[in-house]
């Protein structure tokens, strides 16, 4: 089993391999790809719920999807990505929230979408036991403040608000960073002022390690963005095997005498 102190030490030693799922098969196929951390992302709402932004996701969805991801990982460490709302209006609630993360659904650490107002937040999970990965650059829940999915940290002021916040909740007790929609060299100058490690998406190379979505590397995904590559094409394979399966039912071939049982006991009957 993959523990935060693992990941932890491998920054700067080795690269760091993240993915999302969603799902036990989904968990068991990246886990069986030897990935670091499984995160069950707020991309859900993208990606598997059929939403057009990460903010309808709920709480017990997340809590849902995580445990079925941790159902279905054996090696890999499990961060569960609170949504949207779920952090940062009340602090007991907060609390609440990431502990059911854990305790009901297995999760390892929680990942909060962070900012100023996750600073204090993230020392007292911390201090509580509950692991916190936090995420800096583009963080989709401010969609509607930010006003779409634009790069983070493009002026001097806000590449130098990002350094500032990766340090803070460095010191508040975080065990690693999402770099997301960054410039390459704001990333790799993050990378250098941590101890813990960054894990970039759409951040440039030198990041600790990299996550994308699922849905985006296996090819699944309808549209991916500008930073991802798919190293598959799991839709026109699936595709073809559901157009497969109408066509050998409508033309009778399936089923066939392999996947038929008759019961010659009971011949007599019919
Ligand atoms: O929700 C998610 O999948 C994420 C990753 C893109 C980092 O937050």
Redesign the pocket.
Known sequence: MTTVTDVRAKAGVEPITML?AYDAPGASLVDGAGVDMV?V???MGNAVLGHDS?LPVTVEETLSHTAAVARGVEDALVVA?MPFLSFGVEESESVRNAGRMLKEAHADAV?LESGPHTVELTERLVQLGIPVMA?LGLT?QRVNELGGYARQGTSEADAREIVDLARAHEEAGAFSL?L?HVPANLAAHVTDELDIPTIG?GAGPDCDGQ?L?FHDVVGLSDWTPPFAKPFGDARAEMARALGDYVEAVESGAFPGDEHSHVEEDLEHLY
């Open positions: 999302t995160l992302g707020d991309s990460t990505d990942k995420h989709p999402v997301e998406i996550v979505v």
